[in-house]
């Protein structure tokens, strides 16, 4: 099976951990992740503004490219790509007087009406793989490993484009769990990481990501799994700093879904980009006798 | 029943901010659900729920100094819980874009440290400077 797919800018650069292992995990599952052909940045947030369109402009210009390329679908791994990207499509297919505001500045592009269906990779797992399917590829069960599931802002909310109801994480659970691995629950895993506040107000940031991280260590959990860059930089890449400055106790490394699926999978281990995780994720693995010392 | 009555220049302010987040605000009926839910509330002077209040009264100058907007990291957390379906979130961007919109900015990109530059993902610049500068 050929799946169309949006990279976005990150996946390209500072997260291959998320993007590599994607592709190659798939194609184990006999899905050949297509990337766009032309793509441009999905502007990573929403605008929130009635009369704010122009930042529509490049999340519809990457659906049209999609539209284009034969895609009635187009799936995404990063979760804040999926959600600029199915709010976008939204309002292109449900809000009449934005839509033609915005098709008739795009004049050079054909009109757009909110066509393709924005999928995250996650929801794919589940409605279509299916976990009995992963559970049988699975070549390294992850076993003896207690992952807590990170949904995040932008995997949930708005309700409208969440790939799961508010408050429930069945659909990590449940990969987790055919990867092998033990899902623990923690009640921050729909809680804000501080997000962009990590550039304007650091500050503010280190407290969100702290307290995510302390729950996370008081749930059990060895790591946390996720699926945002942000996110992960935050949680993970950022925590020695936290540690440092004394907001965090206990170390908890953060892995994207994807890198664990590859790992899972049997895909070399050099391959899954761990050296752009923190070093207690690496660590951590080879505690478990996930990857050689 | 109490009528709220405000002053024309309150009211160009509120039509303005009620044009640009699609909110009314005198939906609230103050249950303070979207405080209670906010991640951030710690580091905001002002809860969410007093934010609306000081729309509905047109207390502009409160409105305008309150660091509240600048906290909110639009994680949409009271947006779902509002029983009274008011998007918070949309509010807040509002009342950003009416100072960033006269390009004072929170963040200068210029000025970023050249390691910030080097070791933040593209996601955070882009997603901060959308929301942070104008």
């Known amino acids: 099976m050929k799946v169309l797919y949006y990279p976005g800018c990150t996946l390209k650069t500072k997260a291959r951990n998320l993007g590599d292992t994607a592709v190659e995990s798939l194609a184990l599952l006999d899905i050949e992740l297509e990337e766009l052909s032309r793509w441009n940045c999905c502007g990573a947030v929403h605008s929130l503004a009635d009369d704010d369109l122009i930042h529509l402009v490049a999340p519809v210009r990457v659906l049209i490219r999609a539209l ?4 009635g679908r187009l799936v995404t791994i990063c979760s804040m790509c999926y959600n600029t990207l199915a709010r976008a499509n939204r309002v292109m297919r449900d809000d009449p ?20 269906e924005v999928v995250h990779l996650l929801s794919m797992f589940r409605d279509e793989v299916g976990w009995d399917l992963l559970r049988e590829r699975i070549k ?4 003896g490993l207690k992952i807590a599931p990170y949904y995040g802002c932008t995997l949930q909310r708005p309700r409208e484009v969440g790939i799961e109801p508010v408050g429930r994480f069945d659909l990590m659970k449940h990969f987790i769990e055919a990867l092998g691995a033990e899902a623990v629950s923690m009640t921050s895993a729909d809680r804000c990481c501080g997000s962009y506040q990590i550039l304007g107000n650091p500050e503010v940031a280190k407290d969100a990501s702290s307290i995510i991280l302390a729950d996370a260590g008081k749930s059990g959990a060895d790591a946390l799994v996720l699926s945002c860059p942000l996110c992960e930089f935050n949680l993970d890449r950022n925590q020695g700093v936290l540690f440092e400055e004394g907001r965090i106790s206990k170390v908890v490394p953060a892995f994207y879904f994807t890198q664990l699926l590859a790992l899972a999978l049997g895909v070399d281990p050099r391959r899954c980009h761990l050296e752009l995780n923190s070093e207690a994720s690496i660590g951590l693995l080879r505690d478990k006798g996930i990857i050689a010392s | 029943m109490t009528r709220i009555s405000v002053k024309a220049g309150q009211r160009v302010f509120l039509d303005r901010l009620a044009k640009m987040s699609g909110q009314n605000v005198q939906q609230c009926f103050q249950c303070g659900i979207c405080s ?15 934010i609306i209040r000081m729309a509905q009264f047109g207390m502009i100058e409160e409105l305008e100094q309150a660091n509240t907007f600048w906290i909110c990291a639009s994680c949409h957390a009271c947006n779902v819980m509002c029983p009274r379906g008011v998007d918070l979130p949309r509010l807040m961007e509002a009342l950003r874009l009416m100072t960033l919109r006269k390009n004072q900015n929170k963040v200068e990109p210029s000025r970023l440290p050249g390691e910030m530059i080097k070791e933040y993902p593209q996601i955070a610049m882009v997603s901060g400077f959308r929301k942070l500068t104008g």
């Open chain 1, 68 to 71: 284009e390329q034969g895609g």
């Open chain 1, 97 to 116: 007087e934005k839509r033609k505001t915005i098709n008739l500045f795009m004049d050079e592009e054909p009109d757009y009406q909110g066509e393709v």
């Open chain 2, 36 to 50: 209670g839910s906010c991640p951030m509330l710690e580091n905001m002077d002002t809860h969410p729920r007093k």
């Open chain 1, 140 to 143: 390294i069960p992850l076993k």
